[in-house]
């Protein structure tokens, strides 16, 4: 269980989580700044805080020899995962040339995309894996590929064709993980009304790759339909991919890949907690464009700022009740009718 923060200690974390957001106040004493350590690191958010703590100088903290060793450990791992993400990244390109050259077509997903394209410093965005989208046809194509470039299946292959999901651990280090997708909504009870799979981001991109419309939709996907608000690394995903939608015509590209992939629940819903979260009114206007249905209604009740941020709480069962809840409602959603 993580230490307790009060609100003001919420908004505090919330402002060193966000990338773009100015340097936090001085004068925190070394007990609040250790309880913000430990939650930005669960939260997936710690590389931002510890960039935010180095470009203010380590003479403004607090004189703590137990503060300082913690963050000499924490700042060692942190170099630790950017080693480990230039790794997986390199991996990850021998695979996708291994992908052209057996010609299946393939792209790389979510971590290294993110990291490259949705913020200004790309350390502030390690990542744990790769993740690889191809077609479902594709998929046992790109499994022999994956396996000729030294790769092992460490998940059961007759539930990975299921959830359209397969992991691939390395075989000399198997802290390397690379998942192959034949769709990233996994679950199957939910993708008979959602699905974001190879093609609909070539719809969404058109003629570009990797457009800011196809980033902010599958980060709503992976924050929704992958996981269930777990961590505040989803949300900040989401921020920054709001913040690279650059003009009118990119929001309607957006709120039009909604409506073909079936996640105008999951938009409303994402968008609504981190427009509150980070007080990000593009965020919240986004969101305020889908008409608001029952589902909706009910599920904007569930997954609010203290949902996320209680994730891990002395109020986490309430947290993880409301979480399945909203899984719930998206399972039992009807989906809109959507003209092609």
Request: overall charge neutral.
């Amino acid at each position: 269980m993580l230490p307790p923060l009060t609100s003001i200690e919420e908004r505090l974390l919330l402002r060193f989580a966000d990338p773009e957001a100015t340097a936090v106040e001085d004068n925190l004493s070394a007990k609040v700044l250790s309880a913000l350590l430990d939650n930005a690191e669960f939260h997936g958010v710690l590389p931002i805080m510890l960039r935010k703590l180095q470009e203010g100088g380590d003479a403004r903290l607090p004189q703590d020899a137990s503060l300082r060793e913690k963050l000499d450990d924490l700042r060692n791992k942190a170099t630790i995962a950017t080693g480990q993400s230039m790794l997986l990244q390199y991996h990850g390109d021998r695979i996708m040339k291994g992908m052209a050259t057996a010609g299946v077509p393939a792209r790389i997903v979510k971590g290294p995309v993110f990291a490259r394209k949705l913020y200004r410093n790309v350390s502030d965005r390690p990542f744990t894996d790769i993740d690889i989208l191809v077609e479902p046809a594709n998929l046992a194509r790109a499994n022999q590929v994956i396996a000729g470039c030294g790769f092992e299946l460490g998940s059961n292959e007759a539930e990975s064709y299921q959830l359209q999901e397969f992991k691939w651990l390395e075989k000399e280090n198997s802290s390397l993980l690379v998942e192959l997708h034949g769709d990233l909504v996994h679950d199957t009870g939910m993708r008979r009304r959602l699905s974001l799979g190879f093609r609909e981001l070539g719809v969404i991109d058109g003629d570009a790759t990797d457009t800011p419309a196809a980033l902010l939709t599958i980060a709503i996907v992976h924050a929704a339909g992958g996981h269930k608000f777990h961590r505040l690394q989803l949300c900040v995903d989401v921020l920054q991919g709001v913040r690279a939608l650059q003009s009118a015509e990119s929001e309607t590209c957006l709120l039009d890949a909604a409506r073909m992939t079936g996640i105008e629940l999951e938009l409303a819903i994402v968008l609504n907690v981190t427009g509150q979260l980070f007080g990000e009114a593009r965020a919240l206007e986004l969101a305020g464009r889908i008409k608001p249905d029952l589902s909706i209604r009910l599920a904007k009740r569930l997954i609010t700022t203290t949902t996320l941020l209680r994730v891990n709480s002395r109020e986490k069962i309430g947290s993880r009740l409301r979480r399945d809840a909203f899984r719930w409602i998206q399972r039992l959603a009807k989906a809109r009718p959507y003209a092609a």
